[in-house]
């Protein structure tokens, strides 16, 4: 048979690692060792530092798009039913459209090439597109 023994909460072990982010660099009181950070002051070209190693969080990595780059964030502020997103991965990426109200939304996408896809959608709506 076995026992299944219900007591108070115990004591609180110690803060797993995070993925913090924000405008600018991190500054050294932010985040713990092994912490990384995303500064986001440029969405299309946002810079990744850490981990964190003796409270230092050392140099950023760019992130952003160009020939190479890890993703492409399309902003799309005016309402379409088609978006032209370009680009310059250099490779077919996937693609996560998210609505205003942070849903995923499904579309047809079409990759015309390796910089450029056209992403239609039944009616008109604002968003993002994340290429990676």
């Given at each position: 048979m076995t026992?299944?023994?219900?007591s108070?909460t115990?004591?609180?072990?110690p ?9 600018g660099?991190?500054?050294s009181g932010?985040?713990?060792?092994g912490?990384?950070?995303?500064d986001r002051?440029?969405?299309s ?11 230092a ?7 952003g798009?160009g020939s190479?780059?890890?993703y ?6 005016t ?9 310059s991965l250099?490779r077919t ?8 109200s942070n849903?995923v939304?499904?579309a ?10 056209v ?5 008109p ?5 994340m290429?990676?």
């Open positions: 026992t299944v023994i219900v108070s115990g004591t609180s072990g803060r797993g690692n995070s993925v913090l982010n924000g405008t660099a991190p500054g932010l985040g713990i060792d912490d990384w950070y995303i002051t440029t969405p070209s946002p810079v990744i530092y850490g981990p964190k190693t003796t409270g969080w050392g140099g950023g990595v760019p992130l798009s190479g780059a890890s492409y964030l399309h902003t799309q502020s309402p379409a039913a088609t978006w032209q997103v370009t680009h250099g990426p996937n693609i996560t459209v998210i609505n205003g849903t939304v499904y047809d996408i079409v990759h015309n090439s390796t910089t450029l896809a992403i239609s959608f039944p009616a709506f604002a968003g993002t597109a290429c990676s």
